[in-house]
């Protein structure tokens, strides 16, 4: 089992430029999550889904949007990225105990 | 929401010495505690995790108490070894969608 994957791993992009962060889990989990850490943040939750088909904002959502696609599958979405959103951005999977895929490092220049 | 706040942020210990890390939280109605461990470049991975029915409890050489009255739980580790070196956030469970709130975590250093 893989657990939870991440694509990409490491990311730099243009300000105003979209890209999605895709997210996938083969642990059966009905709830995931999207996180972004920054140096002396901790981890801070962007969205999150519950379960399939629902999807609901977290402590700092704007700027981003996400889909559920499946039970397996959570993508994060940057319409217009701006150098605040320069991150390392985490999705997780799991009920009480999450378990978090690989990170993906975004630069936005 | 919950407030997660974690203390010392950073903690500088002696091999073979304890480390301490005491986190507080607000929401009163919080039940589940888990403590995550990250390595340099790595992901977070729960290490420990406690429920409110429970004041303590141990995994070899680390453990985490709760004090619910006060809102605070601490992270043990004894006999620290430099493979313990690492960013140590703690969470609380809140508001019904298995939503957590961690804190900014604590740089710990074991020095050799």
């Known amino acids: 089992n893989a657990g939870v994957t991440q694509t990409p791993k490491f990311q730099v992009l243009k300000t105003g430029q979209s890209m999605t962060l895709q997210c996938a889990q083969d642990m059966n989990h009905n709830s995931m999550y999207w996180y972004r850490q920054d140096p002396g943040m901790g981890l801070r939750l962007i969205y999150y889904?519950?379960?399939?088909?629902?999807?609901d904002k977290g402590e700092v959502p704007n700027g981003y949007n996400v889909s559920r696609l499946n039970k397996r599958e959570f993508s994060l979405r940057l319409e217009s990225a701006a150098p605040s959103q320069t991150s390392v951005y985490f999705c997780a999977g799991g009920y009480n105990e999450q378990f978090f895929g690989p990170g993906t490092r975004l630069t936005v220049l | 929401g919950e407030n997660v706040e974690q203390h010392p942020s950073t903690l500088s210990v002696q091999e073979g010495d304890s480390a301490v890390i005491k986190c507080t939280y607000s929401d009163s109605a919080s039940n589940y505690f888990p403590w995550y461990k990250q390595e340099l470049g790595k992901r977070p991975q729960l290490i420990i995790d406690i429920r409110s029915n429970v004041g303590e409890k141990k995994d070899q050489r680390i453990a985490v108490t709760l004090n619910k009255t006060a809102k605070h739980f601490s992270l043990h580790i004894t006999e620290t070894q430099p493979e313990d070196s690492a960013v140590y956030f703690c969470?609380?469970?809140?508001?019904?969608?298995?939503?957590?709130?961690f804190g900014k975590g604590n740089q710990v250093v074991v020095i050799p």
């Open positions: 969470a609380a469970l809140w508001g019904g969608n298995n939503r957590l709130a």
């Open positions: 889904s519950a379960s399939e088909g629902t999807t």
